[in-house]
């Protein structure tokens, strides 16, 4: 890989449902001319959605299902970037881990052989829901503290939700972060801007940043920063052999959440009306998808509670519809509710047109 030396690199992290995809699409749109990016995103589930949402951004895309990228898909991992810098030759590449990973260990892979030298490790950008300084499973999950320990950029996102309590709280966080502190902004809708990427990384000390996170354990007032985690999955159907009309259901569990992946036939429709009625409904972390309905093709978005269906174009390529559910491992029943109505929610086949 010597011809590919000091490629930038940047990993955009945050967790379940804060915008990270958002913010990658406002990035690929600010790619100076002429470059050539390339974008690796790992998924927590088995069945990728957030590259179908980066598809018509027209950059190279690598996708890694299945788990956080510092465990069971570290392999993958390797594989995939390697993959991207021989066959691509980026000028840039973007690295969304998901939303339930453990970044450092991925830092640590990024900056030691065969990558020191290759990769230019540039500013990690975290994004953050402030809301979520008051929820306790958000703030006492190492993950969070670990991505935020990370952060050169901390974006706190979605700040047209935010109360007045909600932004106390966040300008007395910052306030509490030991230096070198990073560079925090209030932004929406994933807003992003392209120099924040060349922002020099801190020097927290360690790998494994300790005393940023002994800062983020004490902040939050939550317990011990764990790194023990593990991921198993459960295929409700054989992956390995399933064909185009059939559907597949997976399941992973990890870091105390499961999600659920559904890939759907190809030319499976969805009634819009109940799949409405599904997403409004659904109360988990997060809802996510490339649906067709009776209504045309949509994107579904939906996290904590706010977002739904969005419009899109059909793809331009054949793509199977899929959905993917996550939310904490004590509410797996939700799950089984939610499969029921979306297995009864077939819409009837477009038949032919009626000559006139």
Known sequence: MAQHRDIPLNLVTGFLGVGKTTAIRHLLAQRPEGEHWAVLVNEFGEIGVDGGLLADTGVALEEIPGGCLCCVSAQMFTVGLNRLIRSQRPDRILIEPTGLGHPAQIVRTLTEPPYAGVL????????????????????????????????????????????????????????????????????????????????????????????????????????????????????????????????VTIDTRGDGYIGRSWLLPEGQRIDHATLVHLVDGFAGDRLKGLVETDQGWHRLNRVDGHGGLEPMDAPDTPLRPRLEAILPESETATLDDLARILEAAHAPAAGPKTPT
Not at 134 to 161: G, M
Not at 180 to 208: F, N
């Open 120 to 247: 230019d490790l540039r500013a990690t950008v975290t994004l953050m829901d402030a809301r979520h300084l008051a929820s306790p499973r958000h703030r006492e999950h190492p993950n969070w503290r670990d991505q935020i320990a990370l952060a050169d950029v901390l974006l706190a996102n979605k700040a047209d939700l935010y109360s007045e309590a909600d932004r106390e709280a966040l300008q007395a966080f910052v306030a509490a972060m030991p230096p070198p502190r990073p560079l925090v902004v209030e932004t929406t809708q994933g807003r992003i801007e392209r120099e924040w990427l060349d922002r020099p990384r801190l020097d927290r000390g360690g790998a494994l940043f300790p005393e940023a996170r002994d800062f983020l354990v004490t902040a939050t007032a939550g317990g011990p920063a764990s790194h023990e985690h593990e991921h198993e999955h459960e295929h409700h159907h054989d992956d390995a052999a399933h064909t185009a009309d059939e559907w």
